[in-house]
């Protein structure tokens, strides 16, 4: 489950810390529903822009991903906050 502090601060899924950086953001984009996809990854080195096969792309819409790291953690323990649409919700989940 995704917490948020009562100042609207992103907690961290594994030890609950509220100090968290973003590392890089994908963004999958699919045709149709189903259907292939233009992946955007976005780093501190630059944009990438690929396509990707409907087998490649989670669930059956388009999905962000946003990676973290946590101060508490440590860099060696990124963290994935997925973005996804489902049977016509968003679901908002960590990825572990
Ligand atoms: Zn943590």
Known sequence: MVK????????CPDCGGNYTHQTSVN???RD???????????????VEVS?????????RRDVIEIQLWCEECGE???KTLR????????????QR
């Open 83 to 94: 973005i996804m649409q489902h049977k016509g919700n968003t679901e908002v989940t960590w």
């Open 32 to 46: 149709s529903e189903d259907g292939d996809g233009t992946a955007t990854f976005c780093s501190s080195k630059g």
């Open 76 to 78: 060696d323990e990124p």
């Open 51 to 59: 396509r990707l096969e409907s087998s490649k792309i989670a669930g």
């Open 4 to 11: 948020i502090n009562g100042d609207d601060e992103l907690l």
């Open 27 to 29: 963004v999958v984009m």
